[in-house]
């Protein structure tokens, strides 16, 4: 059965970090991009990051630059999301998804179009204390 599993999810401490993960089943990871979005109570989904096919580049929404890091792992068809320096507003439910192509999250100009998805995993909570 294909599918994407997060896990990792767990309620930290404001300064605090913590590290989702994304595991692909049932297929391999080479060749997708994935991304990671976010849906905060009352709140549509957004973008945080994403990685390209093979780690040739990667998107980070400006919300999350310099405190989170997404690296890839695919002889363990695995991505990775670490979280440092968190804040109450990172508090949401966290989704991985990927679309298949080598040119997905590159160039100058990203856009996470969760509409391009086409693989969703089913969220983990991250909640934040103050």
């Known amino acids: 059965q294909v599918q994407l599993v997060e896990s990792g999810g767990d309620v930290v401490q404001s300064g605090g970090s913590l590290r989702l993960s994304c595991r692909a089943l049932?297929?391999?990871?080479?060749?997708?991009?994935v991304a990671w979005f976010r849906q905060a109570p009352g709140k549509e989904r957004e973008g945080v990051s994403c990685?390209?096919?093979?780690?040739?580049?990667?998107f980070y929404d400006e919300s999350v630059k310099g405190r989170f890091t997404t690296t890839r792992d695919d002889s363990e068809s695995t991505v990775f999301l670490q979280m440092d320096r968190v804040t109450p507003g990172d508090t949401a439910v966290y989704y991985c998804?990927?679309?298949?192509?080598?040119?997905?999250?590159?160039?100058?100009?990203?856009?996470?179009?969760?509409?391009?998805?086409?693989?969703w995993g089913q969220g983990t909570q991250v909640t934040v204390s103050s």
């Open positions: 998804a990927t679309v298949y192509g080598t040119s997905w999250c590159t160039g100058p100009n990203v856009v996470l179009d969760e509409a391009y998805f086409t693989l």
């Open positions: 049932g297929f391999p990871l080479d060749y997708y991009a």
């Open positions: 990685i390209s096919s093979r780690d040739a580049a990667r």
